[in-house]
């Protein structure tokens, strides 16, 4: 099952993501947990905090679910 996250701007970046969705508490956690997680932007391995995520794109953490970008200017 997907959950749908909300955004009211053309884009967020993965690292706002992960802290939007509270799997960590500040930014500066981002990189650690790419770094101890499998992350897929769309089927394809994502480690990139700054990764831009756009209305649609689909992000699976296999340990914590998938998640699906909406926005709302889109």
Do not use: C
Request: hydrophobic share 35%.
């Amino acid at each position: 099952m997907e959950t749908e996250v909300n955004i009211s701007s053309t884009y967020i970046t993965l690292g706002q993501m992960l802290k939007e969705i509270g799997l960590i508490d500040t930014g500066g956690m981002a990189k650690w947990f790419l770094s101890e997680h499998e992350v897929f932007l769309n089927n394809e391995f994502e480690n990139r905090r700054g990764k831009k995520l756009y209305n649609g794109d689909v992000i699976t953490i296999p340990s914590h679910g998938t998640f699906r970008i909406v926005s709302k200017d889109h």
